[in-house]
């Protein structure tokens, strides 16, 4: 493969001519940017280490949206990688773990949750003074802790996780606006530096999402109620389901929309969630079983036939839901 000019690591530039719409384009040149455009950098070099969902969707805002000067994918799999460049995701990639993020100046780490900090701990010494690094994993107490274990005091890590995704996995699923309009956490650790939450802030902003910046304790208890714990719900319903059709062979026949989408999350990669909950175990215990106190009382309520209790419930649901929606218009 050839070597990126002047530069001492092997980054797979991989020019098509489809690409390009004729035969002349230079091996590995960038899009030229306008003035205005370079502006708009926040960092010269972006580093994705997984070009997933996620990962693309980040490539392609940051892309579009001028705010890095090149983007650097990097993973296992150059089949994927060669795909993400020829959807515009990245503009070069690399296999090596170790030193393929060497010039970087943010490095934003898009594999599944149990694997952040072994990628992290695998490039830590190759980094540059200077660079930030984050994450995209869906639990943050234990990536946090983690990573403070390997960023040296000249690297600042902020971790970080867009509350966006599909069932959908992989960069062919990658869109640029995935991030619009959603909240994106930031989870500052106790030694991260300001100057590079401020970055990470802004990043999160050009992206067209919503900053919230969330203790990783904050984060994980409040995402175990709001997203792991409808994962497990839908699971559980689906197999009380499946139970009672094999009883009767007539409930799936039933189901309507309000089942569709209570369930629709169970589309999701399990390996995904296996770890998801099992860095998260403590909240999530603790969520199940709050949740399960409330339906509890419910039942008690409908075995004793208090019609008052049995419609505050239903009171009290669509209440809560009314004030939400008005919150996140």
């Known amino acids: 493969m050839p070597r990126f000019a002047g530069c001492s690591h092997d980054y797979h ?5 489809h690409e390009t719409g004729h035969g002349g384009a230079r091996r590995g040149s960038l899009p030229l940017m306008s003035t205005t455009d370079r502006n708009n950098i926040l960092f010269e070099t972006v580093a994705i280490v997984g070009v997933g969902l996620i990962g693309g969707s980040l490539g392609m805002a940051v892309k579009t949206r001028s705010m890095a000067g090149r983007v650097i994918g990097i993973g296992r799999t150059e089949q994927k990688l060669m795909r993400a460049k020829i959807l515009g995701a990245i503009d070069e990639y690399s296999l090596d773990f170790e030193n393929g993020a060497a010039e970087a100046d943010l490095v934003v780490i898009c594999t599944p949750v149990r694997l952040i900090v072994p990628a ?29 274990r390997f960023v040296r005091d000249e690297i600042s890590f902020v971790g970080g996780h867009p509350m966006a995704g599909s069932e959908q996995a992989g ?26 939450l401020g970055k990470m802030a802004a990043l999160v902003e050009g992206l067209g999402a919503n900053v919230e ?30 139970d009672s059709h094999r009883a009767n062979g007539k409930t799936f026949r ?3 929309g309000s089942f569709r989408d209570l369930t629709r999350v169970s589309e999701s990669d399990p390996a995904l969630w296996r770890d998801i909950c099992l860095t998260n175990a403590g909240a999530l215990s603790s969520a199940i079983g709050d949740f399960a106190d409330i339906l509890r009382g419910f039942q008690q309520a ?3 036939g208090d019609e008052e209790a049995i419609e505050r419930f239903f009171e009290k649901a669509c209440s809560i839901r009314n004030a939400y929606l008005r919150i996140t218009k």
Do not use: W
Not at 121 to 143: F, P
Not at 225 to 233: E, K, R, T, W
């Open 171 to 196: 960069v062919d699923a990658a869109y640029p606006d995935l991030f619009l309009g959603a909240t994106y956490v930031l989870t500052p650790g106790d030694n991260t530096d300001l100057e590079a």
């Open 120 to 148: 992290l701990e695998k490039m830590a010494r190759s980094l540059k003074a200077g660079c930030i690094v984050t994450d995209v994993g869906s639990t943050k107490q234990e990536v946090v802790s983690g990573a403070s």
């Open 254 to 256: 039933l189901a309507a």
């Open 302 to 304: 409908l075995g004793a």
């Open 213 to 242: 910046i969330m203790t990783p304790e904050e984060h994980d208890r409040s995402a175990a109620v709001i997203s792991h714990l409808p994962h497990a719900m839908a699971s559980a319903l689906l197999q009380l389901a499946e």
């Open 13 to 17: 530039t991989c020019s098509f001519r």
